[in-house]
């Protein structure tokens, strides 16, 4: 597509509710990032993809937190039993090249959770 | 470790002002510096990059400088408009490594 896509673009959850949030990469794209941004807050990195490998997990804040790309395009990030500190917007990135972002991503316009 | 600190807003200004947007970073190495900007309702855009130290990044009538020995980046617009009300982020990513580390974010409002 013409961009990274993502969806829903809002979802509401109640307190203990599993939650899926999809990204659809730019086609062709070979790097792809999740990032987390709370409220009046920069995005900060939950996890990479290169291809169909997750490389580094190293910001996913708890075991609740889980992200796939099974076939090395869409990407769903998984959060289980949901608290209310797992509100934020869930941003999508994705970028040609291999581990070099000299270029800059592509993001999407996120997924806004509540947690309720 | 890498950080990034951009100067606290909201930064209000009128129509044809002139624009400075302070960043500051840490990291080691030579990191490859951005800013992103976030317009209402939309996703994060970049709107300039540097690479090495010296480089200008520049776009739609903004730019900065990569300072590598004030650690700087800051950003800057010599006649702002209306449309360019938004929040913007100073970002970098690492010499060796792929994540980008986010400011805060600056929210510019530009009245008529």
């Known amino acids: 597509g013409a961009g990274v896509s993502q969806s829903p673009r809002y979802k509401v959850a109640k307190r203990g509710q599993d939650v899926a949030l999809r990204c659809d990469p730019i086609?062709?794209?070979?790097?792809l990032f999740w990032y987390q941004q709370a409220l009046g807050q920069g995005p900060e990195f939950l996890t990479y993809?290169?291809?169909?490998?997750?490389?580094?997990k190293s910001g996913l804040p708890s075991d609740r937190f889980f992200a796939e790309r099974p076939e090395g395009s869409v990407s769903t990030l998984k959060i289980q039993r949901t608290q209310q500190e797992d509100s934020a917007v869930y941003l999508c990135?994705?970028?040609?090249?291999?581990?070099?972002?000299?270029?800059?991503?592509?993001f999407g316009s996120g997924t806004r959770l509540t947690v309720v | 470790g890498n950080s990034v600190t951009q100067m606290e807003g909201p930064v209000t200004l009128s129509e044809e002002a002139f624009l400075t947007i302070n960043c500051t970073y840490t990291?080691?190495?030579?990191?490859?510096l951005f800013w992103y900007v976030q317009y209402p309702g939309e996703g994060l855009q970049l709107l300039l990059k540097?690479?090495?130290?010296?480089d200008k990044g520049s776009n739609k009538g903004f730019e900065a400088t990569y300072r590598k020995e004030t650690t700087s980046f800051h950003l800057e617009k010599g006649s702002v408009q209306v449309s360019d009300s938004a929040v913007y982020f100073c970002?970098?990513?690492?010499?060796?490594?792929?994540?980008?580390?986010f400011g805060a974010g600056t929210i510019l409002r530009v009245k008529s």
């Open positions: 990135a994705s970028s040609p090249m291999i581990a070099e972002i000299n270029y800059g991503y592509t």
């Open positions: 086609s062709g794209h070979v790097s």
């Open positions: 993809f290169q291809n169909e490998a997750q490389l580094d």
């Open positions: 990291a080691t190495g030579y990191p490859s």
């Open positions: 540097a690479t090495k130290a010296d």
């Open positions: 970002a970098l990513s690492p010499q060796y490594g792929n994540k980008l580390v």
